[in-house]
Each structure stands twice: as C-alpha cells, then as structure tokens.
C-alpha cells in the first residue's frame, strides 16, 4: 500500500474538481479504511459542492455512495473483518446518544455523519468511516451494482414501503433519472401498478422497460386528470426537485394518498390546505436509510432483479462525470471506479 492515494478534491465553495494525490488515511478507534472500488455521482454531491448545507468543511472530497472493501481496521473494531465487501451511503454513521438514535430513528440522528460532510467521501482510492455506516454487499452484487443503493436505491426503497401503498395500488414516480428509474424498478416489484410521470414522450418506452404500467407525458398531458382517470394515485414519488410538478401531483392522488418528495430542491412546493384536507392527502419528505435498511435494500435488489443503470468512469475522469450529472446527460447514475471499468 501506498502512502499517497488519489482523491478528487473542491478548495471552496464551487470550486472546481480536482483529482490530487493526498496522505493514505488510517482509521482511528471504531473505525475502518475501506479501499474504494466503485462510488455514486449523486446530485446532492452538487449541493455540497455550492456551499448548500451550510457549515462545511472545505477541502471536501464528495462522494456517499461507496462501494469497497475493508482493508484496515481501527481499534476496538469488532464484527468486521479485513476483506470484506462493503457499502456506504448517505447514512455515514450515528452517534447513538441522541433522542432520536434512542428512540431507533437513526436516519434522524441530530449528528448524522454523511460522508463528504463529516469527513473525506468516496471520489478517492480510500476512505474512512465510523463502523456504523456499513452496510455487507451480497455476493451477487457487483462494486458498481452496490455503491448506488447506499443512496439513491435505499432512499427510494425505503421510501415506497413505508408509505401505506399495498400492492395493486396505483403508484406514480416523478421524474426518470438516477432515483426515478430505481423507484419505477422497486415499485413494480413490490407489486404496484406503477405510472411513470415525465416530461416528453421520449422516456416512455424505457419507463416501460423498467416496470411502468402507465405513462404520463407532464409536457402534453395534465398530469392530475391523467392520474386521476387511472382512478388517482395512492402514491406519487417525486424524484426530481420540481415543486411546481410536486404541487400538480398531489390533486392527481386518491383518498389518503401521499405525495412523498425525496428529490431536493430549495423553492417551496405550492398546496392550499383545501387540497390536502379534501381526501385527507398528506405530503410528506423522505430521507434514505440507515445502514441496515441499505443492506437490506440490497437484499431486495437481488431476490428482484433490481438493478441501477450505471455509466461507468475512471475516478480521474470525476470532473467530466460531474458535468455530465449537472448537464443531465448521464444515463441514469454516474459510477467512478479508482481501477477505470474493472470494478
Ligand atoms: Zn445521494
Ligand atoms: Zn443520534
């Protein structure tokens, strides 16, 4: 091993990528190194990137979606072994003392550690992480198969079960990039008549090849009569941050139907109470999942066939994979491998 390893790193606030050569980090006690095979290009890595969430340690390297193995462990590390194929996302730790970690709400822990905020992501050879923000990969998964669920596959898995759609229910996903065309895939295996919502007719036919039913063309139709004469939606995932199609969304929902947003955006999303009490809607954000429910999403990914559609990049290559997710014209998710197309 090396004592220099590549990393991509942001000086300041939009600052442009740079891949530098920086100290191979060591894990300090409750912690693990884990060599980077694969890691996601997540839009929220953007946000981090333009200063979005305020106070941020700069350099930062982004990255939370990691796919690796372990290949140093920190003291006191028990249950984990050097080898080990492992997964970080979003959920980068917890610190299991607050109100929430001891109520069993640790997605909502007050010092949620995300990786590229609380320390050093993915768009490196190495990285470290506290032990409770790792997820075991099945052996059925690749690298680059795995390091997309840690965010973008447990955000929308989780957020579709815990909704009280039941199978045959009438679901609508939002937008289909990166989330939305894994949540069209979840939705149709949980068995959900699932509509996909976008904008022109050209994503039609391959939001029919990931499980739509349905398809609504937001740019020719209206988007709540559409949704409405397939008898409403009992959910609508909105993967995209458009609150204005958010706002649309929600008079297309049925009786105790749910607008759920996990697409971020900073603009208000517009809705008079008038349109929530009548049918009793409710509106309601989702953040990802903790480590577990990343394992478990995985889980899930193989027993159904679930799979995110990668364009895979050289880590050297993390600048262009960052424009191509701004400019919108990845397929689906941006995946970097340290190794080029290997991993
Ligand atoms: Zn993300
Ligand atoms: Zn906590």
Redesign the pocket.
């Known amino acids: 091993m090396t004592s220099t390893m590549r990393a991509v790193q942001v000086s300041e606030v939009n600052a442009p990528l740079r891949v530098v050569d920086l100290p191979q980090p060591s894990p300090g006690p409750g912690h693990v190194r884990i060599a980077v095979e694969a890691c996601g290009v997540?839009?929220?890595d953007a946000d981090m990137v333009q200063g979005l969430f305020g106070d941020q340690p700069f350099p930062l390297t982004p990255g939370?979606?990691i796919a690796g193995r372990i290949d140093m462990l920190g003291e006191g590390v028990e249950g984990w072994a050097i080898g080990q194929r492992v997964a970080v996302g979003?959920f980068g730790g917890n610190d299991g003392t607050c109100r929430e970690c001891r109520e069993g709400d640790a997605i909502n822990c007050e010092h949620l550690q995300v990786p590229g905020l609380a320390y050093q992501g993915g768009y490196a050879e190495s990285v470290v992480v506290p032990v409770s923000a790792l997820a075991l990969i099945p052996d059925e998964l690749s690298f680059v198969e795995a390091a997309p669920m840690g965010?973008?596959g447990v955000t929308v898995f989780n957020g579709l079960r815990q909704t009280s759609a039941q199978p045959g229910d009438l679901v609508g996903v939002l937008g289909i990039g990166g989330l939305g065309h894994l949540a069209l895939q979840f939705a149709d295996k949980m068995g959900f008549d699932t509509v996909a919502i976008a904008r022109g007719s050209d994503k039609e036919e391959s939001a029919r090849q990931l499980g739509a039913r349905h398809y609504i063309d937001d740019d020719k139709q209206d988007m709540a009569e559409a949704l409405q004469a397939l008898g409403g939606a009992k959910v609508v995932m909105a993967t995209v941050g458009a609150p204005a199609a958010m706002s649309a969304a929600i008079d297309g929902l049925r009786a105790r139907g749910e607008l759920v947003a996990v697409g971020v955006s900073p603009q208000k999303i517009e809705v008079s109470p008038v349109q929530l009490i009548t049918g009793e809607k409710s509106l309601h954000g989702h953040a990802s999942g903790t480590s577990e429910e990343v394992e478990e999403t995985m889980r899930f990914a193989v027993q159904s066939g679930v799979r995110c559609m990668s364009e895979v990049m050289p880590l050297q290559d993390a600048p262009q994979a960052y424009d191509s997710m701004m400019a919108g014209t990845v397929r689906y998710r941006g995946v970097l491998t340290p190794a080029g197309a290997a991993a």
Do not use: K, P, Y
């Open positions: 997540c839009r929220t939370h979606e979003w965010c973008a």
